[in-house]
């Protein structure tokens, strides 16, 4: 079975904040190589370009590591995963907000909700 896509935003994005989210929860660890293009396109059910679209951006983005044609490796740079991290909960938060404000809810309320959700 493929992995749930929306139509909002380009399906290589969601690819890559997917494959992003899992380096960063540590599926994937540093120095270790991920699976191939092929696998993972046939995994997520989408073409093998999209894919490699997806895995271009993560590269990009320093997560990961070409070695020719041995394949693809997360980086072991520190610094590098500490960014990704911070970056993806500065994204959180920012969509979070934006909900919010369009649908007219307080700073005051958020943190309502916030502490009543923590003690749930």
């Known amino acids: 079975m493929g992995w749930k896509f ?3 935003e380009p399906v290589f994005l969601q690819i890559a904040r997917h494959l992003r989210k899992e ?3 540590g599926k994937y660890r540093p120095e270790e190589q991920i ?3 092929r ?3 046939f995994e997520a059910a989408v073409n093998p370009n999209t894919m490699q679209k997806a895995l ?4 990009q983005e320093g997560l990961l590591n070409a070695r020719g044609t ?3 490796f997360v980086t072991s740079d520190v610094a590098v995963l500490r960014e990704a991290g911070e970056q993806m909960r500065r994204e959180l938060v920012k969509g979070f907000l934006s909900e919010a404000k369009e649908l007219g809810i307080s700073k005051k ?3 309502h909700y916030m502490e009543k959700e923590e003690t749930v």
């Open 39 to 41: 696998q993972l396109a």
């Open 56 to 59: 271009t951006l993560l590269e």
């Open 70 to 72: 041995v394949g693809r």
């Open 35 to 37: 699976p191939s293009v």
């Open 6 to 8: 929306n139509q909002k």
């Open 109 to 111: 309320e958020l943190i």
């Open 23 to 25: 380096i960063l929860q």
